[in-house]
Antibody
Framework: EVQLLESGGGLVQPGGSLRLSCVAS????????MNWVRQAPGKGLEWVSA????????YHAGPVRGRFTISRDNSKNTLYLQMNSLTAEDTAVYYC????????????WGQGTLVTVSS | IVLTQSPATLSLSPGERATLSCRAS??????LAWYQQKPGQPPRLLIS???NRATGIPARFSGSGSGTDFSLTISSLEPEDFAIYYC????????FGQGTKVEIK
């Protein structure tokens, strides 16, 4: 059974940093691209970052580019999102999502971890 | 690429047919997916490549379209289908539409 378990969310002050983790199981983690998608309270889905299966290609949405860094450790079946210079607009539930194949949509999602940026 | 979904809200009764629209600001070919999200849950993949049902998705869900105009049809609404539906393109980067809420009339 495929499982994605996010952790690392919480309350952080504006300007602060946080690192999210997503531990994967039930599939060959190193063979699939992985993404982070967020959802602000009461709002729609927003793609945040993507990372190729081998970790050599990264992509970030405009609002987070230069502040967030996606990475992975295939030996630990873990995806990360380093978030720096956080603002209130980054407050959201952050989901990790597995691509169904190269360029394919997300066939599995984690349950999400809530990040709240507030003083 | 901007995806515009319409309508924002669809009020229907169980058993009725639902048709949701997703329009792209430029062609995405067939690189369009549909997801369903219920409160407190992550999204669930329904349709990939514009018209291919994901594993385990009932046949009452169907997708169509290509280029810039796409639709998701639920042939006969079941009680568990009342939810928010999002389209997503994967042609140039990744973007989601703003969602269509299907609510009980």
């Amino acid at each position: 059974e495929v499982q994605l378990l996010e952790s690392g969310g919480g309350l952080v002050q504006p300007g602060g940093s946080l690192r999210l983790s997503c531990v994967a199981s039930g599939f060959a983690f190193g063979n699939y691209g992985m993404n982070w998608v967020r959802q602000a309270p009461g709002k729609g889905l927003e793609w945040v970052s993507a990372l190729s299966s081998g970790g050599e290609r990264t992509y970030h949405a405009g609002p987070v580019r230069g502040r967030f860094t996606i990475s992975r450790d295939n030996s630990k079946n873990t995806l990360y999102l380093q978030m720096n210079s956080l603002t209130a607009e980054d407050t959201a539930v952050y989901y990790c999502a597995k691509e169904g194949g190269s360029g394919k949509p997300y066939d599995y999602w984690g349950q999400g971890t809530l990040v709240t940026v507030s003083s | 690429i901007v995806l515009t979904q319409s309508p924002a809200t669809l009020s229907l009764s169980p058993g009725e047919r639902a048709t949701l629209s997703c329009r792209a600001s430029q062609s995405v070919g067939s690189s369009l997916a549909w997801y369903q999200q219920k409160p407190g849950q992550p999204p669930r993949l329904l349709i990939s490549d514009a018209s291919n049902r994901a594993t385990g998705i009932p046949a009452r869900f169907s997708g169509s379209g290509s280029g810039t105009d796409f639709s998701l049809t639920i042939s006969s609404l079941e009680p568990e289908d009342f939810a928010i539906y999002y389209c997503q393109q994967r042609s140039t980067g990744w973007t989601f539409g703003q969602g269509t809420k299907v609510e009980i009339k």
